[in-house]
């Protein structure tokens, strides 16, 4: 009686809690949490940028009773106003298309098969939502790069007057350590990161196969770890080992997670055969931020801030269902200049 009911002409019924109950894919990105989720109630948001320095909260000695003094330098707001990319999704099918799906002998009745053929175009949504997020995800951290509500690039770079830095490894070499190399580029990350230093977590290294491996055989490398553990019960691929299933491991003595990157959502924005280092934040810097709320595809939806809806509906012919999905979302990296892209000799 349950699956007649839902299926009144012209009635809505909501499909969001089922879209929210599917399992998630394994995807990177989203799975490690690097980006704040930042809910917002419309299809616009301003960017309210603090831009502070420690350069004048360095005391330099005065001399005594005289007028001088230490001047502490106010931080320079920045507002800028951005629009939310708006991604809806709808498929329509028929009574044919129950006809369809029906297998001979079936004793299922049509009710049923409608509504499980509405149910199989909802895991297609779910599915298509989760690549998208993952591959705006990975645009916004490793190109500094958005796309706003008119399909505009936003580049998070030039907004922000920042660029990535760049180191090249050598893994024939017999001389040059590359975990020293790295260690470097991360403590450059760390020195140019001023006050926000202190908010890093971790840095990760997403790699792919070429340098994942590269990196994996040099002969510095498997000489130390004849004697050291592969994994850190710290990196955060092996702590979501149940859901993210990349092969990864960690420098010794360091905060240094390396993780091979096979998906193509991710690794197009990666330098060919190369790397790119990041610093992954305490949660609530804002550091990267991801901005979603109402698709504004319905009146019921205006003012509120969810990270997607979905429903469906007959017409109310009754010769048509609809399933429809809606999100809307820009991801915002204030931190492109903090990365580095790493490359290998050839």
């Known amino acids: 009686m349950a699956i007649n009911s839902i299926f009144v002409g ?29 809910p917002v ?9 603090m831009v502070s320095s420690n350069l004048s909260l360095l005391n330099k000695p005065m001399k005594r009773h005289s007028s001088e003094h230490n001047v502490t330098f106010r931080d320079v707001d920045t507002q800028r106003m951005t629009t939310l990319a708006y991604y809806p999704r709808r498929d329509v099918f028929t ?10 002998g079936s004793a299922l009745p049509l009710e049923e098969s409608e509504a499980l053929l509405a149910e199989e175009y909802l895991q297609k949504h779910r599915i298509a939502f989760d690549r998208t997020k993952e591959e705006m995800l990975a645009r916004a951290l490793f190109a500094g790069e958005a796309v706003d509500d008119n399909g505009d690039v936003i580049s998070w770079a030039d907004i922000y007057k920042q660029t990535p830095l760049n180191a090249e490894f050598d893994f024939t070499s017999t001389t040059v350590n590359p975990m020293d190399v790295l260690e470097d580029v991360v403590q450059a990350i760390e020195t140019k990161a001023e006050s926000l230093s ?27 770890f ?26 010794p003595n360091s905060n240094i997670t390396i993780v091979r990157v096979t998906d193509d959502l991710i690794v197009k924005y990666l330098p060919a055969g190369g790397a790119v280092v990041v610093p992954m934040f305490a949660s609530g810097t804002q550091a990267y931020s991801n901005f979603y709320g109402a698709g504004s595809g319905r009146f019921d939806y205006l003012g509120t801030a969810e990270e997607f809806y979905s429903y469906g509906f007959r017409n109310l012919e009754g010769n048509e269902y609809n399933v429809v999905s809606e999100n809307s979302a820009i991801p915002v990296n204030r931190v492109i200049g903090l990365s580095a892209k790493l490359t290998s000799a050839a």
């Open 10 to 38: 012209g009635e809505r019924v909501d499909f969001t809690p089922l879209f929210a109950a599917f399992p998630r894919r394994n995807f990177l990105i989203t799975q490690l949490g690097i980006f704040d989720g930042v």
């Open 95 to 104: 009574p044919g298309d129950v006809m369809d799906k029906r297998h001979i």
């Open 41 to 49: 109630p419309s299809k616009r948001v301003v960017l309210q940028d």
């Open 226 to 251: 004849k004697y050291e553990a592969v994994n850190d019960p710290r990196n955060p691929v092996t702590a979501l080992g149940s859901t993210v299933n990349n092969a990864s491991f960690d420098l």
């Open 198 to 224: 202190s908010s890093i977590d971790r840095f990760v290294v997403f790699a792919t196969n070429d340098f994942f491996n590269g990196f994996r055989r040099s002969p510095a490398f498997k000489e130390l």
